[in-house]
């Protein structure tokens, strides 16, 4: 009979999960995730096979505490604004999250077309929200939307690693800046 878990999965996982928000996906070992829980490394392993299994689960975790920023977004006046200013907001209010997510080296190199399915759960919803509020196409809104992540991603990225900071003012005005001479040359030049 295998020895009852100490610990449920979702114990374990928070634990794991608070480790990486607080000293990154780096810090997350099975002996530090052991010591946060108050014992040793072994109960970890009576739940999960092992530390790539735990990480599975962390990231799974990470992808759960976006996926509220997104959602919050959504539900925004201009839905794809909010979706920009979450994603900005998440690097700034969890940037281990942040930097897990979005700024791990991938095992292959997607094109601009492909990465935004690949990284964003959430994609296919977001692209609509485009489109019915601006009335674009879909090849317009795609267009629009790999600009703005670009530019989106580039600010978030400065608020992960501390590079700069910005208030929300400063960035709703820069998100607003770029989009709306985006989309009026999108429209005017239908490119």
Known sequence: ????????????????????????FEALTAR???????????PIFTVFKNMGEVQQA???SAKTVYK????????????????????????VNEPKLFQ??????????????????????????????????????????????HHLWIYTHGIATLCATKMCCFTGVEISSMITEVFMSLLKNIKECGI
């Open 1 to 24: 009979m295998p020895p009852k878990a100490k610990f449920t999965k979702e114990e374990i996982t928070e634990a794991a999960l608070n480790i990486v928000q607080t000293n990154g």
């Open 32 to 42: 530090e995730l052991g010591t946060r829980l108050g014992s040793s490394a072994r």
């Open 58 to 60: 962390v990231i799974q």
């Open 68 to 91: 509220e920023y997104v959602n919050k977004g959504l539900k925004e006046e201009h839905p794809f604004k909010g979706v920009g200013t979450q994603y900005i907001l998440f690097s």
């Open 100 to 145: 897990l997510l979005f700024m791990t080296e991938q095992s292959q190199k997607p094109d601009l077309s492909g990465v935004l399915p690949l990284i964003e759960e959430s994609y296919e919803e977001i692209l609509l929200s485009l489109q019915d509020e601006y009335e674009i196409n879909e090849h317009l809104a795609e267009k629009l939307y």
